[in-house]
């Protein structure tokens, strides 16, 4: 099977059963991989039944076409299940090494059922796979668990998904993060959706993979090689040239927080303010004082990965320094202007295994709560949140991961603390998950984004904000940009968006670095021998957009209660870069609809939609009588 | 006061007491250092022979000196910042943000990179003074 190893591998925890079964070819012709393969099966097996921390609800890692390719950013790898945060569908992007590893170990995914008795780890090399014992490893940090594996096993090139405290301990926004022992590696953060929660449920600390050694046998079966490595070539020639690369590479994702700042896209004090001193908290500053290094991701030109070893007097694990995301929560959220504070908060998450988004969206949420004398001091135990002051959200930090004291109601997230409160309304969540580190008040389409995303308020669906704030249109497929606070027109391309970044993410590939979308599609055709052009490629995107949200009607999704735009975030900022704008939701999202083919009451795609994109039985699920 | 064509030496010039008299702009480059080639080059929907060259050395909130440069090799400065006419045109009327100029490809950057994120807001302001110069552009 060409661009894939044609092998999933199942593992049931509690039988210890371990098999490896064919890929499903139809299902892979249609759905490609990463996070759209792993939809189409999950799509069999999750029903509103499936409790999302049961031993019956799969957790599935899989790669894509283009992992281990050599395309450029293609080293990424989803992991799938009904997340434990929202009950709807959950899914995390990661990179790092471990999606091309796990293909040279010659499996396309892994689907883990069940629950183990004790904790253990999942052993996968050439020689076989085996469930291992991880008592030793509970408690351990993310980072920490990586190398003490790497080390068990004398094994320096076994690359992990390892859990921290936070997965084990059930906080329903757990993360895995992958790690390695290559020099100049960077993390992999599969962060939204507590996939770590759905380990730590199974009571499995890590998964452990290595492929051959033997370079011969990395080798892929690629439909047209020729064909593939010119575009790779060509897309690698654009790359070098493209000047998103070089500001990746000087300053990371985070140097963009001055100027996305500067037009108000970075929620300050709990998105109630435009007014704050981002350039203090950005990857520019941390560039010029506490850079150590750089690090990369599988097959990336870029190494947009920060290395810090220290930030003031605090020590980082594995020198892994900050996104954007982690500064914008730990800084400007909490006007907290402290970079080395910002920068270690962020680590501790990340070792702690705590997606850095959910937890500082949430604890500035108590830091608002507190402002606003709904949440009592007496509750905190002795922590202190006072905007500016980021220490009482370190301290909350360990707390959530360890669910200790106040942190065991934040570890369920903004939704159920504003509920405890009476206040629901002003937590900045949409299905329970806290939106992400762009503001659509200062680019209107990450409204409809975050809104009609399957995974709640997430930016991994389709970051738009980029089209609306760089400019940059991707004329190839019809993607356009619009003045960034215009609401009407905007729709389709904000759909069109989507489906885009649904094949980035089936492929599976970075969003930071954009190589001309032609040569993306010619890779991917190339690789699998697909009919995919520029012409159809968004139909595959759709398809498998329309298959999470059948999913999620699956599980119960009400689409008119759901797709709702957080109370604060309508309304309007007297100060900043958003200059007074909020986007006129409604229309945005009837024009959104009329665009999806998908009906305003119940929010199901039409009979005529699934069908016209070949999904025939899911249209017959989906509009079968209840 | 008649209008100054661009690019040209009394377009600079007046570029440069703009920014000498702007407040907004000497706050909001209060840490840039370093100096500039504006390097506008002819394109095809323009009557524009040749490459013009404009120096600009621009020190902590000021410009201390600005002229077209005849020989390129003139200096030596640490950013250059290049494209065709009709792209700057754009920028100097405000229609094009000059950091999505870059992104997209339609000028082209050479320099510290951190510097330049550092100072978006210092890009923004010398822009605006851009605007308040009564230029002539050759598509007029
Ligand atoms: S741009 Fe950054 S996150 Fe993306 S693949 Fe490269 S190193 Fe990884």
Redesign the pocket.
């Known amino acids: 099977m060409n661009g894939y190893t044609g092998k999933l591998l199942f593992v049931n925890l509690t039988t210890g059963e371990i098999s490896d079964r064919e890929l499903n070819r139809a299902y892979a012709a249609d759905y490609l991989g990463g996070s759209g393969l792993a939809a189409r099966y999950l799509y069999d097996w999750l029903d509103a039944s499936t409790d999302p921390l049961g031993p019956e609800n799969p957790l599935v890692f899989m790669n894509g076409p283009l992992d281990a390719a050599g395309a450029p950013?293609s080293?990424r790898f989803a992991v799938c299940a009904r997340a434990p945060q929202t009950g709807l569908w959950g899914e995390a992007i990661a990179?790092n090494f471990f999606g091309p590893e796990l293909k040279y170990a010659g499996y396309d995914g892994i689907v883990i059922r069940g629950q183990a008795n004790a904790p253990c780890y999942l052993h996968i090399t050439p020689d076989g796979v085996e469930i291992r014992d991880a008592q030793r490893l509970c408690g351990m940090t993310t980072f920490d668990a990586g190398d003490a594996i790497r080390a068990e096993r004398d094994d320096p090139h076994l690359v992990t998904a390892c859990i921290g405290p936070a997965g084990e301990n059930l906080v329903k926004f757990a993360l895995i993060l992958t790690s390695s022992a290559r020099a100049g590696a960077?993390k992999g953060i599969a962060g939204r959706c507590g996939m770590g929660a759905v380990m730590g449920s199974k009571n499995l600390k890590a998964v452990a993979v290595r492929g051959s050694k033997h370079p011969l046998q990395h080798k892929l079966h690629l439909h047209d090689p020729a064909r593939f490595r010119a575009a790779m070539t060509g897309a690698q020639h654009f790359l070098s040239d493209d000047m998103a690369t070089e500001v990746?590479r000087a300053v990371g994702s985070s140097g963009a927080l001055d100027y996305y700042g500067l037009l108000g896209d970075v929620p300050t004090k709990y998105w109630t303010s435009g007014t704050f001193d981002y350039g203090k908290v950005s990857g520019n500053l941390l560039a010029e004082t506490i850079l150590t290094g750089r690090a990369?991701?599988h097959a990336?030109m870029?190494?947009?990965?920060r290395k810090v070893e220290r930030a003031g007097d605090y020590i980082l694990p594995h020198a892994e320094g900050p996104e954007l995301e982690t500064l914008a929560g730990f800084g400007a959220l909490i006007l907290n202007d402290d970079l080395h504070l910002a920068t270690y908060i962020g680590s501790q998450c990340d070792s702690l295994g705590l997606d850095s988004i959910s937890t500082g969206s949430t604890i500035a949420f108590a830091y608002y709560l507190r402002e606003l004398g709904v949440l009592p001091p007496g509750d905190l135990n002795g922590i202190e949140l006072v905007w500016g002051d980021g220490n009482g959200a370190l301290q909350l930090v360990r707390d959530i991961a360890h669910r200790r004291g106040f942190g065991a109601v934040l570890a369920n997230g903004s939704r159920e603390l504003g509920a405890r409160y009476g206040v629901e309304g002003l937590a900045v969540q949409i299905n329970g998950m806290e939106v992400a580190m762009h503001d659509p008040r200062a680019a209107t389409g990450m409204a409809v984004t975050y809104a009609t995303s399957p995974i709640g308020g997430s930016h991994n669906h389709s970051d738009y904000f980029m089209v609306e704030t760089s400019g940059r249109p991707i004329d190839e497929l019809g993607i356009e940009t619009h003045d960034r606070f215009a609401c009407a027109g905007k729709a389709a391309s904000i759909a069109r968006h989507q489906d885009w970044r649904t094949v980035n993410n089936a492929s599976v590939t970075?969003f930071?670095?954009n190589p001309p979308a032609q040569a993306m599609v010619e890779m991917l055709a190339a690789a699998t021998g697909y009919d995919i052009t520029t012409q159809n490629v968004l139909s595959y995107g759709e398809r498998i957009w329309n298959l999470k949200r059948a999913i999620n009607l699956k599980l119960g999704y009400c689409a008119r209660r759901a797709e709702v735009l957080p109370e604060l975030i309508c309304r309007p900022l007297l100060d900043g870069g958003t200059e007074g704008h909020v986007p006129e939701f409604d229309l945005m999202m009837r024009e959104y609809y009329a665009y999806r083919d998908w009906d305003w009451m119940t929010g199901k795609p039409t009979q005529k939609k699934l069908r016209a994109l070949g999904m025939q039985d899911i249209a017959a699920d989906v509009w079968k009588s209840p | 006061m008649s209008k100054v064509r661009f690019p040209s030496e009394e377009w600079v010039k007046e570029l440069e007491k703009e920014l000498n008299s702007s407040q907004a702009y000497a706050d909001a480059a209060k840490n840039w250092e370093g100096d500039f080639y504006f390097v506008i080059s002819p394109d095809k929907d323009h009557q524009v022979q040749e490459t013009t060259y404009l120096y600009m050395d621009l020190w902590r909130g000021k410009c201390r000196e600005a002229y077209l440069v005849k020989d390129k090799d003139a200096k030596q400065p640490a950013f250059i910042m290049s494209g065709p006419y009709s792209k700057w045109q754009r920028v100097v009327t405000a229609q094009l943000d000059p950091l999505q100029g870059l992104m997209t490809g339609q000028l082209k950057l050479k320099g510290n990179m951190v510097m330049v994120m550092k100072n978006v807001k210092a890009a923004q302001e010398m822009v605006k003074a851009c605007t308040r110069i009564d230029a002539e552009f050759l598509s007029e």
Not at chain 1, 302 to 305: E, F, L, R, Y
């Open positions: 950013v080293g990179g960077k990746l990369t991701c990336c870029v190494a947009c990965g970075c930071f670095p």
